[in-house]
């Protein structure tokens, strides 16, 4: 999961660099984002390992474990870049 996770990651930094060099329309752009967010959401939610383990300092309190956290940096990741191009479509932003 991890690893499909780590590639919806390439694949949206990809799909960014593609539309801010104007390779392709911002409609497909938000097509493949909204696609590749979806998959790493279904990622998140279909993940089976350990979420959290405890700190390695006192054991107070917990924290993700790496492989839960690859998965959440990537939703987070994907997320951030499908509200950039979102907003850029509705004139919002005018970066691309």
Do not use: E, W
């Amino acid at each position: 999961m991890s690893l499909l996770a780590i590639i919806t990651g390439i694949l949206t930094l990809a799909n960014y660099a593609f539309l801010t060099g104007q390779i392709y329309p911002v409609f497909v752009g938000v097509f493949l984002q909204a696609i590749l967010t979806i998959v790493t959401f279904m990622t998140a939610l279909a993940y089976r390992g350990r979420r959290q383990r405890r700190d390695y300092v006192h054991g107070g309190y917990k924290i993700f474990t790496l492989r839960f956290g690859i998965i959440m940096v990537s939703c987070l990741g994907n997320l951030a870049v499908l509200i950039v191009i979102l907003l850029n479509l509705f004139g919002r932003l005018n970066h691309f």
